[in-house]
Structures are given as C-alpha cells and as structure tokens.
Nanobody, 118 residues
Framework: QVQLVESGGGLVQAGGSLRLSCAAS????????VAWYRQAPGKQRELVAD???????NYADSVKGRFTISRDNAKNTVYLQMNSLKPEDTGVYYC????????????WGQGTQVTVSS
C-alpha cells in the first residue's frame, strides 16, 4: 500500500516561510506526477503546484514567484518551499501522487495544516 506522509505545516506570520515535505513509501518515479493541493475552510480543494516525472513544474497563479516545488529522488520526498506567505494561503495542504500505469490511480496523504496570521 502506497503511503504519502506530509510534514512541515504550522503557524507563521504573514511574510514568513515554511517548507512542507511529502515522503513517499516507494520510488517517487513510480508516479507520473506528484502535486500539492490545499483546501481552505469552506472552499474546494485546489491545485497549488505539481512536478512531473520529467522535472517540469506547474504552479497556480496565486503562488507563482512565492512557492517552489522540488524533489529529492534519493529520499523519495517532494518539497514545497513557501515564501512570502499570505493569510489567504491558510489551509490544509495535501500531497497527491498520480499514477497512470498499470492503471489510473491517485494517492493522498493525510494533510498538514498551514495557518498564516496577519
């Protein structure tokens, strides 16, 4: 059973930084992509950033220039470096592993809370 474990959330003041980690229980190249999503209270879950297995990255417009997604292949870990945090970045951040072979599957972590105070 594939497991994704997030860590690194917490409470930070606006303008501060946090680094989230997503540790996979198996080789991260088994996923087509690994992504970070977030869900604010009363809102739908939204894509924040993803990294494709060819190293291409994509970001939501709201985080471009502030967040950086990266991975450490040796540690099977994907990171989300979040700088210049804003109160609207508050939410539960989830790691997602997307696999297309042999069948289409999505795996989710349990989430980590990020709270940005003004």
């Amino acid at each position: 059973q594939v497991q994704l474990v997030e860590s690194g959330g917490g409470l930070v003041q606006a303008g501060g930084s946090l680094r989230l980690s997503c540790a996979a229980s198996e080789n991260i190249f088994s996923f087509k992509s690994v992504a970070w999503y977030r869900q604010a209270p009363g809102k739908q879950r939204e894509l924040v950033a993803d990294i494709i297995n060819d190293s291409r990255t994509n970001y939501a417009d709201s985080v471009k220039g502030r967040f950086t997604i990266s991975r450490d292949n040796a540690k099977n870990t994907v990171y989300l470096q979040m700088n210049s945090l804003k109160p609207e970045d508050t939410g539960v951040y989830y790691c997602n592993g997307h696999r297309v072979l042999p069948i289409l599957e999505d795996y989710w972590g349990q989430g980590t809370q990020v709270t940005v105070s003004s």
